[in-house]
């Protein structure tokens, strides 16, 4: 959709915002849907907060868009400024950089996803010092006060479009840390510890029981219980 704007024709204006609407109208409802599958859903593959919290950035990215084509629209303007094109590359490549992190399905083990949060932080940059620049030719060249207007907010849009990527991609990574550390604490991890007996009491007490020595572990220690002349160690089972 904001590719268009290279080949911006002022009397296709309107159809392009019924378009990008649609677009957004669409998103909100995938938004819905997740939040309504999220409330039913007994296990979900990471915690719900986290999954609310990325669709609620994604959601954002699309009405920031829908924002730079109203704010075209609405002001009538007849060309798009070279800057901006040069800003909607910087959005349009953050965007794409976006679809590999979002849809990494093992993310835990991902050798590239780091690399694409990377560029992505590296984009929204290169937008801040491109918002900086374009405001300054614009109040520079610039002699109407309505086109500077209109301008200092497509811009404005424009630079959020750009932060907005960057936000969803903190949230992918942070996502990643978080899991990647729960995955190290998850029961295979444990089977694989040398010396499962001196984890802490907040792995055992999750209800995991782990075969090993006596003697390890205190009697009672954090909830946790054991017996004393057997081999098994967890929560004790409800009869």
Known sequence: MLKNLEDYHPEEASGKLDEIHRIEHQADEKQHDLADHLAKAFITPIDREDILLL??????????????LIRIYINHL????????????IVIAAA?????????????????????????????????????????????????????????????????????????????????????????????ALEMHPHPGKLSGSFLSSGICLDIPPGDLPVRAGGIRHRKNGLKYGRKEKS
Not at 78 to 87: F, V
Not at 155 to 161: G, R
Request: with cysteine; charged share 35%.
């Open 96 to 188: 794409m950089d976006l679809q590999p992190a979002e849809g990494t399905a093992d993310f835990r083990h991902s050798k590239t996803l780091k690399d694409h949060v990377i560029r992505i932080n590296t984009l929204e940059e290169e937008a801040d010092q491109l918002y900086i620049d374009s405001m300054y030719r614009l109040h520079e060249e610039c002699t109407d006060p309505l086109q500077i207007i209109a301008w200092r907010e497509i811009y404005d849009y424009l630079e959020k479009c750009a932060d907005a990527c960057e936000h969803v991609a903190n949230i992918v990574s942070s996502v990643v840390m978080k899991n990647h550390k729960k995955s190290k604490n998850s029961p295979k």
């Open 78 to 89: 007849q060309t798009i400024r070279s800057e901006a094109l040069e800003m909607l590359d």
């Open 55 to 68: 669709s609620q950035n994604i959601d954002d990215i699309t009405d920031k868009v829908e924002e730079v």
